[in-house]
RNA sequence: GCCCCCGUAGCUCAGUGGAUAGAGCAGCGGUUUCCUAAACCGUUGGCCGCACGUUCGAUUCGUGCCGGGGGCGCCA
């Protein structure tokens, strides 16, 4: 039972009382058979108290009392509440709670037991989830628009897994039709050094990987279009070793820290004959229209033509969309109870089609569920480098990533970025992505900020072992009283409320609302931490300079902060690996501040 | 013409049917020898795009309009 629930139960339980004794009027009873939705919120502002309720206002209608009266009532039937130390009635008919120290010491020992899976209900208890995310085409390297559809859909997978669902993770590989044909004859042009041909793909990519086949399978390029363009994709997929220009699609996301579970070929939906068979459907259930020498999916408004959808083009090839069609068939074939599919904010058009066509099959198109992302814009220097594959100025996730691993001297600090920054945005959010902030290794610097805080939280610990000091993680009665300090419990507060934010952030998709509460988090700590310099948490060089220090040092007080340290720690770490963002236990000094202390020592 | 997203502080963005709408950055003022820091504290700054409606109460929900971005049957 989490804080939040514990005081839920207490304001329940003063209700009930009032209600039995009739303090509540003739509908008192009757008013609390049924269940109250009543909310238990931290106030905006903190001299109202740790918590505040809006319980007398939404019992108003039902009671037949204005809410100040049921408020009054309710503050004094709190007063034996071991929870509640403190209501008071204010504003509207709000009622500002505050807590005994011992309601967050509870909740303390609560995370410390459950360590970094604190919050989470069991696993296995919620939904089979199928999550398709990238599926970028594998006709050119991932740009930083896949990059943000990768890391947004990886996060919501490690919230949905938290959330108790199992999800799996799907890439649909875009290896058949048009796109991977111009691919083929792109490549194989190169290789013959002729040039690419018209509306095809250029860039260095295409021209090493036409030497790599020469290479390495000089037969590929002598075989037909469809098999040469399988044999482009795969090598997209696993990349060239030792390739800047082409990394491929699988090492760049699990650079990101992004893996796929299921790698899905559009390609063996027609080898297998599966786009046939749904069509034949479609068609047999008259969801199919001729004209113009092409077959159609028909629009779901009547007389709405001009919205009919091409499936087999007059030349006799299928579409995308007919892939598509039996694509998510098979989906929900393979029992899954509900289909997420991530998408760039420019597919919104798709999602409708992909809805009633799966309707049009007879199948539950409520299970599929699209999650929109927008765009993305890199900055340097203020300016926002243009994006764009027409312009031929692209920029890839590579680049990115390999520029701020280098200015950090540290791999993986490209990925951090890329994921903190993309995920601090709602998905309906452009995000704005300053590669100059991002390479700085300063506190000014957000990804930097926070990850130093979880460090300073190890560095403590750390130090408190070098000291031999011990770091019980259960503490008598006697330590926990040490722990009244309002901002250490404020942080406690701070953390009770993780496990509503993790369910509120899986529940709508939305990772930045972790994102913020770990910025919250670090900023509180950092704040606190910067402010208790006069009254530090390990006895300092200072104070074990004086002999027998450790008579008149407080091993209670310390044992207790060490312990809500490590609360701090399981539940911030908990924080950065749903964002799939490193917690560093140390932070490497820069070498000009690392140079300046050594000077200071020598 | 239709569809989707956005419009909140100088900038970038959170947020919510309820109390005096928040954060970061920028600006201004102050503090800081010790558990690794360029931090920390305070403060200036808002017709929450406009109008109407629903409601005891709307920045939040609904409708319309204005502005910005994106997308609209033989590309994916």
């Known amino acids: ?292 020498g092409a077959v159609f999916f028909k629009a779901k408004d009547e007389g709405a033509d001009d919205k009919d959808r091409v499936v087999q083009k007059s030349d006799g090839l299928y579409t995308y969309f007919a892939s598509d069609i039996a694509y998510h068939a098979d989906k929900v074939a393979r029992g899954y109870d509900r289909l997420i599919n991530v998408l760039g904010a420019d597919h919104h058009g798709y999602v409708a089609r992909v809805r009633n066509a799966l309707e049009a099959l007879g199948l539950p198109s409520e299970r599929f569920e699209a999650l929109l992302f927008q765009l993305v814009f890199i900055y340097r220097d203020g300016e926002v480098v243009k994006s764009s594959k027409r312009a031929g100025n692209i920029i890839t996730v590579e680049e990115v990533t390999q520029e701020i691993d280098e200015a950090s001297g540290r791999k993986g600090a490209g990925a951090d970025a890329l994921r903190f920054f993309f995920l601090s945005r709602g998905a309906n959010s452009n995000v704005e992505f300053d590669i100059e902030l991002a390479k700085k290794k300063s506190l000014d610097n957000p990804v930097f900020y926070v990850q130093y805080g979880y460090a300073r939280l190890c560095s403590i610990a750390k130090k408190a072992t070098e000291l031999g000091i011990a770091r019980p993680t259960t503490l008598s009665a006697r330590e926990w009283a040490t722990l009244v300090d309002a901002d250490e419990l404020a942080i406690a507060a701070r953390l009770a409320e993780f496990p509503e934010t993790l369910r509120e952030a899986a529940a709508n998709r939305e990772p930045h609302r972790i994102v913020f509460f770990i910025q919250e988090l670090a900023r509180e700590f950092q704040s606190y931490f910067t402010r208790k310099k006069t009254d530090p948490i390990l006895p300092q060089a200072s104070v074990r300079a004086v002999a027998g220090w450790e008579k008149t040092w407080d091993f209670d007080k310390t044992a207790a902060r060490l312990a809500w340290i490590e609360a701090i720690r399981c539940v911030y770490a908990q924080g950065l690996d749903l964002l799939g963002v490193s917690a560093p236990e140390r932070m490497d000094l820069p070498a000009a501040i690392a140079a300046e202390d050594d000077g200071a020592l020598a």
């Open 1 to 292: 039972m989490s804080l939040n629930d514990r005081v839920r139960a207490s304001i329940t339980a003063a209700l009930a009382q009032l209600a039995n004794a009739g303090d509540l009027g003739e509908q008192g009873k009757s008013a609390l058979a049924e269940d109250v939705a009543f909310s238990v919120e931290r106030p905006k502002r903190p001299e109202h108290g740790d918590l505040a309720t809006n319980v007398a206002m939404v019992l108003t209608k039902r009671v037949g009392k204005p809410p100040r009266a049921i408020a009054e009532a309710l503050v004094k039937a709190l007063a034996s509440s071991d929870v509640v130390k403190s209501a008071e009635i204010a504003g509207p008919g709000f009622v500002n709670l505050r807590l005994h120290a011992d309601a967050f010491h509870h909740e303390l020992r609560d995370i410390l037991r459950a360590g970094t899976w604190y919050g989470r209900p069991p696993s296995g208890s919620g939904e089979r989830i199928n999550l398709e995310f990238v599926s970028a085409n594998p006709t050119g390297p991932m740009l930083v628009a896949h990059g943000r559809g990768a890391i947004f859909g990886d996060s919501v997978g490690r919230l949905l897994e938290a959330t108790g669902h199992r999800v799996a993770r799907e890439y649909y590989v875009n290896d058949f039709g048009n796109q991977v044909r111009l691919f083929a004859a792109s490549v194989l042009a190169s290789s013959q050094g002729k040039p690419v041909p018209e509306d095809g793909y250029k860039g260095a990519y295409i021209d090493e990987l036409a030497r790599w086949l020469t290479k390495v399978d000089p037969a590929s390029l002598a075989s037909d279009e469809a098999t040469l363009g399988r044999t482009c994709v795969t090598w997209m997929l696993r990349g060239i070793p030792g390739s800047k220009d082409l990394p491929g699609i699988k090492r760049t996301l699990a650079d990101l820290r992004v893996e796929h579970d299921v790698w899905y070929s559009e390609e063996s939906l027609h080898r297998w004959g599966a786009v046939g068979v749904a069509l034949r459907q479609l068609d047999d259930s008259g969801f199919l229209v001729r004209k113009e």
